[in-house]
Every structure is written in structure tokens, then in C-alpha cells.
């Protein structure tokens, strides 16, 4: 059995991969996002807002894939990370994106909390990464990108 502070790390490695602690939760600010301006790369900056979720997403679910798979083959940076297109072909993508994204990070934060994973122990298919090395990644990626997120929302003249 693990013990209470092992449970509370695990708790607290979820709590921040939802987000809100440091930074607005991508939660908040997705339903804020005009369907119009999901492909408008503002002047001076590389990615549109669904480049960039595109990204986070991708980036998360290899992640994912890296930790959960012993057979896990690397994809290829930075080619297979980032849509050439701006903007979403449909608004099915959009929300099969956004589904997707969410569906994964539930299960990146099942694996965090499911005590047989063992937080430090270096997971086979890798280097040295560990599981909470994988999870830190993950929250920092996140907290990185909702940020420029809502920073071209703000550009775009479209949150706060």
C-alpha cells in the first residue's frame, strides 16, 4: 500500500494537469473561442489558436503514448506536432480535437493516480524518464501553450 504522501503527490499531479492553479484552465477559455478565429495567425506570430491547440493536444497524446507504451516509437519533431493548415477543415474536427484532448489527459490522469505506476521508477521504453517526469512535462506544455492561447484570443480582440 502506497502511502499518504505518495496519494497526495498524485492527487496534486492531476489537480495541475486540469490547470487553474497557476493559469486559466484550457476549459475556460476553448468555449470562448469564435469558430471564425480558430485559423487567424495575428501579425508577428507563427500559429493560429488551432495550430497551437492542435499542438498541445498532439504533444499531450504522444506523451501519453511514451508512457503507457513499451513499444512506443518516436514520432517525428517537428513535422508530426504541428498542422500545416490554420484552421481546422470542419467543426467536427474542431470538437473531435477537443474530445480527444480531454479524453486523453483523463487517461494520462488515471495512469498518475493508479497506484501500481510507480512515479519514479524509469519507465523501460525510455532513458531515464519516469512517469512524474512525464507529467510535470505535460503540465508545463500545457501551462505554455493555453498562455499564448489566450494571449492571440487577446490579440484577436476575443477574451478579457
Known amino acids: 500500500m502506497k502511502n499518504s504522501s505518495d496519494t497526495l503527490l ?37 500559429y493560429s489558436i488551432w495550430q ?6 498532439f504533444a499531450q497524446y504522444d506523451i501519453l503514448e511514451f508512457c503507457r507504451n513499451p513499444n512506443y516509437t518516436a514520432v517525428k519533431w ?25 479524453s486523453e489527459r483523463e487517461e494520462l490522469a488515471e495512469l498518475i493516480t493508479d497506484p501500481a505506476n510507480d512515479l519514479m521508477k524509469p519507465l523501460p521504453q525510455g ?20 498562455g499564448q492561447i489566450l494571449i492571440i484570443l487577446r490579440m484577436l480582440g476575443e477574451y478579457g
Do not use: C, M, S
Open 78 to 102: 517537428p513535422d508530426d506536432y504541428w498542422p500545416d493548415e490554420t484552421k481546422p477543415q470542419d467543426w467536427q474536427q474542431w470538437n473531435n480535437t477537443i474530445n480527444t484532448y480531454f
Open 52 to 57: 497551437q491547440f492542435y499542438h498541445l493536444r
Open 127 to 146: 532513458d531515464g524518464q519516469t512517469l512524474l517526469r512525464e507529467a510535470l512535462l505535460v503540465i508545463e506544455h500545457t501551462a505554455y501553450h493555453t
Open 10 to 46: 498524485r492527487q496534486q499531479l492531476v489537480k495541475h494537469l486540469a490547470g487553474g492553479e497557476a493559469f486559466i484552465p484550457i476549459d475556460k477559455i476553448i468555449p470562448t473561442i469564435p469558430w471564425e478565429k480558430l485559423g487567424v495567425v495575428p501579425d508577428n506570430l507563427p
